[in-house]
C-alpha cells in the first residue's frame, strides 16, 4: 500500500530554515509527480510546490517562489522541501502528497511552526 511519511518539522524563529523529507513506499516513485501542500489552523489545505517524476520541471505557489525549493532523489524515494527565510505566515501543517489512478495520497502530516 501507498506510505508517505514525512519529517523535519519544528519550530524556527523567522528568517530560519527547514529541510522537510517525505519517505515513500508502496509505489513506483520514480512514475509519480510528488507535492508539498500545507494547511494553517482554520484554513484550506493549499498546494505548496510540485515537482515531475524525473525532477525536471518544478513549481511553486507564489508566496515562497525564491525562498523554498522542492525536490527528489528517486535512488532514496524521497521527495524534500528545503525552507529558508522562514516567515510567521509559513506556519502549517505541511503533507506530502502523490496521485495515483486519480487518487490522492496523504502522509500524516510534519508541523511547522515559525515563531520568536
Known amino acids: 500500500q501507498v506510505q508517505l511519511v514525512e519529517s523535519g518539522g519544528g519550530l524556527v524563529q523567522p528568517g530560519g530554515s527547514l529541510r522537510l523529507s517525505c519517505a515513500a513506499s508502496g509505489f513506483s516513485f520514480s512514475s509519480n509527480a510528488m507535492s508539498w501542500y500545507r494547511q494553517a489552523p482554520g484554513k484550506e489545505r493549499d498546494l505548496v510546490a510540485a515537482i515531475t517524476n524525473t525532477g525536471s520541471s518544478t513549481n511553486y505557489v507564489d508566496s515562497v517562489k525564491g525562498r523554498f525549493t522542492i525536490s527528489r532523489d528517486n535512488a532514496k524515494n524521497t521527495v524534500y522541501l528545503q525552507m529558508n527565510s522562514l516567515k510567521p505566515e509559513d506556519t502549517a501543517v505541511y503533507y506530502c502528497?502523490?496521485?495515483?489512478?486519480?487518487?490522492?495520497?496523504w502522509g500524516q502530516g510534519t508541523q511547522v511552526t515559525v515563531s520568536s
Open positions: 502528497n502523490t496521485i495515483r489512478r486519480g487518487f490522492h495520497y
